[in-house]
């Protein structure tokens, strides 16, 4: 997801060759992904169940999103509409088996029932506006409508603790809003739409980008009043929403009208793309050490 989003944002910006780097390496991890889901789906179905019910299986629907905006954007719309579509039919059964298991106060990673129809989404507006047509475009609007709903059902159970002592996926609480603000971009951009239709979402466009860059300031200072140097997955969930707000104000400047949002977006970009490499160094630092622990002791120990 991270990695896939901030190769739609390299490429807005004109960066393609890291666009397409990125995205060779976000659709080479997805494929891998893709095969150990379905491989546990076929030889251990209980498990995949069991892994069904968390959150974290809703990362298949948002991945699988991201990655169809970029075919899409380097022209493969058939290719995108069978992403979509894929994503399309994963999506409520898992969206079912999260919810059914909310209990209490949840962690940021229960945002994902909102990223995950919002992501469909995101692919459908694209497709609308890359001239599939309107139905993408009505999908695309009720994907919006239904993500905002599940947003204000996660944000209602939301632990705010996590704020402070969050290992990094308490920023989808943020990111879901940027996604969310994306999609009502790409609908403001369908040219199918205009008059009172355009001015709506005009102005849920904005309300929504709004309301995640005030989630970006309060995640940014809550980082630096309690840092948290030390390695945990969960970080990977900080570096998306971080890539997610960038391309929201990127894609969002025209159709909305405002021409300081690029500037915005491109050094928010930035930013993603040194949290996505000091993430990846601090992987690349555990996984050693975890080697290295494995190691059998020497004749002198």
């Keep these: 997801m991270a990695t896939g989003m901030l190769s739609v944002g390299l490429g807005l910006t004109g960066r393609e060759v890291l666009s397409l780097a990125a995205f060779a390496l976000g659709a080479a991890l997805w494929a891998v992904l893709a095969c150990a889901f379905a491989a546990r789906l076929?030889?251990?179905?209980?498990?995949?169940?069991?892994?069904a019910d968390t959150p974290s299986a809703l990362t298949a629907v948002a991945a699988t999103s991201v990655l169809?905006?970029?075919?899409?954007?380097?022209?493969?719309?058939?290719?995108?509409?069978?992403?979509?579509?894929?994503?399309?039919?994963?999506?409520?059964?898992?969206?079912?088996?999260?919810?059914?298991?909310?209990?209490?106060?949840?962690?940021?990673?229960?945002?994902?029932v909102c990223v995950a129809p919002q992501g469909i989404g995101v692919l459908a507006g694209t497709l609308a506006v890359a001239g599939a047509g309107a139905g993408p475009a009505w999908g695309a609007l009720g994907c919006l409508c239904l993500g905002l709903l599940l947003y204000?059902?996660?944000?209602?159970?939301?632990?705010?603790?996590q704020v402070r002592v969050g290992?990094?996926?308490?920023?989808?609480?943020?990111?879901?809003?940027?996604?969310?603000?994306?999609?009502?971009?790409?609908?403001?951009?369908?040219?199918?739409?205009?008059?009172?239709?355009h001015a709506v979402l005009r102005g849920v466009t904005l309300v929504l980008l709004a309301l995640a860059l005030a989630w970006y300031a309060v995640l940014l200072a809550a980082e630096a009043r309690w840092p948290r140097p030390a390695f945990d997955?969960?970080?990977?969930?900080?570096?998306?929403?971080?890539?997610?707000?960038?391309?929201a104000c990127l894609v969002a400047a025209d159709p909305v009208g405002v021409d300081w949002l690029r500037?915005?977006?491109?050094?928010?970009?930035?930013?993603?793309?040194?949290?996505?490499?000091?993430t990846l160094g601090q992987l690349g630092s555990a996984l050693r050490a975890r080697g290295a622990a494995r190691e059998p002791a020497g004749p002198g120990a």
């Design 42 to 51: 076929a030889r251990d179905r209980a498990r995949w169940r069991a892994e």
């Design 68 to 112: 169809g905006v970029r075919v899409v954007l380097l022209g493969a719309v058939t290719l995108g509409e069978a992403l979509l579509a894929l994503a399309a039919v994963a999506c409520p059964y898992l969206l079912a088996s999260v919810i059914a298991r909310w209990r209490g106060p949840v962690p940021g990673s229960a945002f994902l």
């Design 152 to 161: 204000v059902g996660a944000l209602a159970r939301f632990d705010t603790r």
């Design 167 to 197: 290992a990094g996926d308490h920023w989808v609480a943020g990111g879901a809003l940027a996604i969310s603000a994306l999609c009502a971009a790409k609908l403001a951009a369908f040219p199918g739409w205009h008059g009172a239709a």
């Design 233 to 247: 997955v969960r970080r990977w969930s900080t570096v998306f929403p971080l890539g997610m707000t960038a391309v």
């Design 263 to 278: 500037p915005l977006g491109e050094a928010l970009l930035w930013v993603a793309v040194a949290a996505w490499l000091l």
